[in-house]
């Protein structure tokens, strides 16, 4: 299974607080060995100043040498920056946590810090005081004071670069602490200001990979919020629809195809954690792009197969693409034991499995019209017993209960499903076939056009489906 683990793919794309959780995972599922996890462990924390933490991994990964006496000193000087910054940001927090500065502040920045320069005397100095005590907070490991400074210092200040960067240590605080409703809102706020092309970049970026060139820099700004917000999604009560609602968007699947096409496991996976409930529940109580996000997974995946596949999305390609029952089978085995192993999804195990047989039962009882149930419980992966049983509450469930009837005794099942009105086939095969021919003529008078009247763009949807 370790050829199949994003680990090392998905690090690049985290602030290293973030790889912390990362790595205890990885230490707990054996596929890589304890040694070196530990001492990839080390290397992240010696880099912080959580002092005593990186000293406790150095006696781990070095059990017979002392520990260096450069940690006393690095310790002493954090103790000492955390006294001096805290102090500087003292004034502001006083000013700022009075009730009648609270009530006096309005939504108007400019207007608040004149209003607290002329009352209180507080300078753009020490609000930004602020921002360094919540980021110095934040690599001493004390998470939920870094999200209130920061905070603070967002209300007041108005410089854009801070903000941004405030935001995105904001973020990383509320993953860390484990705030999933709040974390949501900054995700959301992070989203809609990288959207705007404001620059948006975290701090941990590499300077040596940042551009001047405003669509790269958003790409890249995109690709690390991509992978931040798995932190979120798969753990919000929401987020697996909301996570389809976001990654499906033309801009967000743009990204993923161009720089991050790992992503497609965990958008695949939320198609198929998502594929169950939005079957039962009805029409109406989703979104048409949560409804329809099986059939637009299948198609990305198809397309980008030659840079990603694993388990899972060559599972959805077997069952949707090829209908290879047997093949999809086997996929759905390792794929068990993938999500089994990863990070993000290990605790949707269960919920997968499930999910994933009620997919091919569907697919299944799609195409025949009479059903062994043993046959069925094989490709299932499950004993006659067990898919008896399975496939009885799924019926129940689901909205397939008006269309099959169990025969118990010949140990099979009837569907009995009436055939779609012809006026209902031909909207569904014309379906979006206006604005694919308005997409085509436009991407063709391209050449012709002149100077002075720039071409229409043709929308992300009608590339992807085209090229599927």
Known sequence: MAEFDLTQTIIPYCDRHLVFPLLAHLEQTDLFPVEQVQAAQYELAKGTNMVDYAVSLFQQVFPDKEVPPEFSAKRDNAVSTNERLQEEALTVLNVIENPEVAQALRQ?????????????????????????????????????GAADYLYHFRVLSTDPDL????????????????????????????????????????????????????ALMQLHSRTWLLHWSLFVYFNHPQGRTLLLETFLTPTYLNTIQTSCPWILRYLATAAILSRKASSSSG???????????????????????????????????????????????????????VVGNDFFLGDFREEFLDNARYLISEAYCRIHQRIDIGDLSERLNLSKDEGEKWIVNLIRETRMGADAKIDLEKNVISINRPPLPIYQSVIEKTRGLAFRTQALGAAMSRPNASAAAPAVPVEQPATVEARG
């Open 163 to 214: 903000n941004i960067s405030s935001h995105w240590g904001k973020l990383a605080s509320d993953i860390l602490t484990g705030k999933w409703d709040v974390a949501l809102e900054e995700l959301n706020t992070l989203r809609e200001a990288i959207d705007s092309r404001t620059p948006s970049l975290p701090p941990s970026f590499s300077a040596s990979a940042a551009t001047s060139d405003p």
């Open 283 to 337: 029409a109406g109580a989703q979104s048409s792009r949560v409804r329809n996000a099986i059939k637009e997974v299948v198609k990305v995946i198809q397309t980008e197969e030659y840079q990603y596949q694993d388990p899972i999305t060559r599972f959805l390609k077997e069952l949707y693409g090829e209908f290879d029952f047997e093949a999809a089978q086997r996929e759905l085995t390792t794929a068990e034991k």
């Open 108 to 144: 108007d920045k400019i207007q608040n810090l004149s209003y607290l320069k002329e009352h209180y005397n507080v300078t753009l100095e020490q609000i930004t005081a602020l921002y360094n005590f919540g980021q110095f907070q934040y690599t001493y490991g004390n998470y939920s």
